[in-house]
């Protein structure tokens, strides 16, 4: 489709439209992530760029006990992934095939808690989970139980976590479930297949790439959350993000944390990279 | 297993996990109706006192003020940039798209805690103050991207022959713009709007770091939390809650309305 009036000078219309978003992209991209990168090699403790760079951050790294940490953090956002694909699969082929006429308002309705602030929703696990909160304080006045809060343990971080992300799996996920079409399920049925390997050989493979990016997606956010371990876990584990922050707020000393937070930007970046690299993103967005 | 079986299951797994979904956000509504200082559930003695104490409160105003502030200016900024961006994006055939298209994602991708820090840096390192402003564009910087898809959705479903008939009959670019172009992709822009500012309103990782000595609702809520319980803040989780999903619906009313008004 080419573009009408192409003017034939100068910058084509599209790189013309794609020009402020570019720039600030730049500035607020391009430019923080280069001073992150900039302040990882200052000397530690400096508090601006004019000094010699050295590797001191980096080495200290490798010298402490910042692997656990991120050990951590890829730990619980790689359960956090299993557990989502396995939950939303289910949803997601209802939305894209069995739903109809509800899809619509059963999305809304998923939608929603993205748009409040995630700490408010992880309150609201304490108050249900917390001793004498809704759940104990259920337990208690109806059966006269009292069982251990659960709070505070690492199960349930990782129920906050998957109950944060939840929505950045189902979308993308439907949208691939949608597009496999439905005249090669029906053909491969046709054929003699099973349910199973229609799953397998057809369902699978084509909705694979909205699947990808929903793994993508939650995976990145989950190996930066902050909040959920902080909340619900009352620091009984410490992700990656906890060592960051530490780093540039009780210890003062951020070219540490730049340095930490340039070797979380690489492993995130590399998957990124290689993930997005594969897919065609016309296909993906476009087709409905 | 039967299809009806199956249909019934998946049906009923939906809805507990929607149960799942919601189930803290009643927790917080019902903590805020207690009229005790501290939340024991079942709850002897209900009450409005919080929510009349925490709307009276100056502070909260202020931080009420503040939210609107950054999600408005955050929602108008990102619409205007997002709207070409998606034409570049899905609409025009052009030399680096695919690229571009890589480079719109790659905030999305990115773990907001990181990029909160990172444009922390930034403003230090180039000598800017934080404050609601730099918290503006710590949001756009993660909005933009995501309202840029949101609208090239819309954009990818128009059909580019629709301008071309317009210049044929001899419409001038801006006419073209006006009466062809932004008609059609409408619905794309609003709902782009409604997720600019729903994100803006809700975010939290970005405005960490970025709103220097103001602060958003989010973040007042984080330090109450972790300095422990005051039923403060189950009133304000309430009204976030129920402010997104009331201009949700609101807003999904509306389109319904446009829709059948068309048909």
Redesign the interface.
């Known amino acids: 489709?080419?573009?009408?009036?192409e003017t034939g000078k100068g910058l084509?219309?599209?790189?013309r439209?794609?020009?402020?978003?570019?720039l600030?992209?730049i500035i607020?991209?391009a430019?923080?992530?280069l001073?992150?990168i900039?302040?990882s090699f200052m000397p530690p403790r400096s508090?601006g760029?004019t000094r010699a760079p050295t590797l001191d951050n980096y080495a200290d790294i490798f010298a402490s006990n910042s692997y656990i940490s991120f050990g951590w953090s890829m730990l619980f956002a790689a359960l956090t992934v299993a557990l989502l694909a396995l939950?939303c699969y289910?949803?997601a082929?209802?939305m894209a095939r069995?739903?109809g006429r509800w899809s619509?308002?059963?999305t809304?309705?998923?939608?929603?808690?993205?748009?409040?602030?995630?700490?408010?929703?992880?309150?609201?696990?304490?108050?249900?989970l917390?001793k004498?909160?809704?759940l104990?304080?259920?337990l208690k006045?109806w059966f006269g139980i009292e069982p251990e809060s659960i709070l505070f343990t690492p199960g349930v971080v990782l129920l906050g976590m998957v109950?944060v992300y939840?929505p950045f799996m189902l979308f993308p996920m439907t949208l691939g479930v949608s597009m496999v079409p439905n005249e090669t399920r029906e053909a491969a049925r046709d054929l003699g297949a099973s349910r199973w390997q229609v799953f397998r050989e057809v369902e699978l493979p084509l909705s694979m790439p909205g699947i990808m990016i929903g793994l993508?997606?939650t995976f990145?956010?989950a190996?930066?959350?902050?909040?959920e371990a902080?909340?619900l876990g009352g620091q009984t584990i410490i992700p990656i993000?906890h060592d960051?922050?530490i780093a540039?707020t009780y210890a003062q000393n951020?070219p540490l944390?730049?340095a930490l937070?340039v070797l979380?930007?690489i492993v995130?970046g590399t998957l990124?990279m290689l993930v997005?690299k594969r897919f065609d993103?016309?296909a993906i967005?476009?087709k409905? | 297993m039967t299809d009806r079986g199956r249909r019934a299951l998946i049906w009923a797994w939906t809805l507990a996990v929607l149960v799942f979904l919601y189930l803290p956000a009643l927790c917080i509504l019902l903590a805020s109706l207690t009229a005790s200082r501290y939340f024991l559930f079942p709850i002897q003695k209900w009450g409005l006192d919080w929510w009349r104490k925490t709307f009276e409160s100056l502070e909260i105003r202020q931080l009420f003020a503040n939210s609107i502030t950054i999600a408005f200016c955050v929602m108008v900024v990102a619409v205007v940039i997002a709207f070409f961006g998606a034409l570049a994006f899905a609409r025009y055939n052009w030399k680096g798209r695919t690229v571009f298209q890589k480079i719109v994602l790659l905030p999305i991708f990115f773990p907001q805690s990181v990029l909160g820090l990172a444009l922390l840096l930034w403003f230090n390192a180039i000598g800017i103050q934080t404050s609601w402003m730099t918290a503006i564009f710590a949001h756009l910087v993660w909005i933009i991207p995501v309202v840029t898809l949101v609208i090239s959705i819309q954009v990818y479903s128009f059909d580019p022959a629709l301008e071309e008939a317009a210049f044929d009959l001899g419409a001038s670019r801006w006419q073209v713009f006006r009466e062809v172009t932004l008609p059609v992709l409408l619905p794309g822009i609003v709902s782009g709007a409604f997720f600019a500012f729903l994100l803006s309103w809700g975010n939290f990782p970005l405005s960490l770091f970025t709103t220097g000595a103001d602060a958003t609702i989010p973040k007042y809520l984080y330090a109450k939390m972790v300095a422990g319980y005051t039923p403060g803040v189950p009133v304000l989780g309430t009204v976030s809650t129920f402010g997104a999903a009331l201009l949700l619906l609101g807003g999904y009313w509306l389109v319904t309305l446009r829709r059948r008004a068309q048909s």
């Open positions: 489709m080419a573009a009408p009036h084509s219309q599209g790189a439209n794609a020009l402020p978003l570019m600030f992209m607020g991209f430019a923080p992530l001073t992150v900039a302040y508090f760029l939950i289910p949803i082929y209802g069995l739903f619509p308002i059963l809304l309705l998923f939608t929603i808690p993205l748009f409040v602030s995630e700490n408010v929703r992880l309150y609201g696990w304490i108050l249900f917390i004498n909160g809704v104990l304080g259920t006045s109950y939840l993508l997606l990145v956010l190996v930066g959350a902050i909040a902080k909340v993000t960051i922050e540039f951020w944390g730049a937070a979380l930007m995130v990124v997005l993103l016309d967005l476009g409905r």
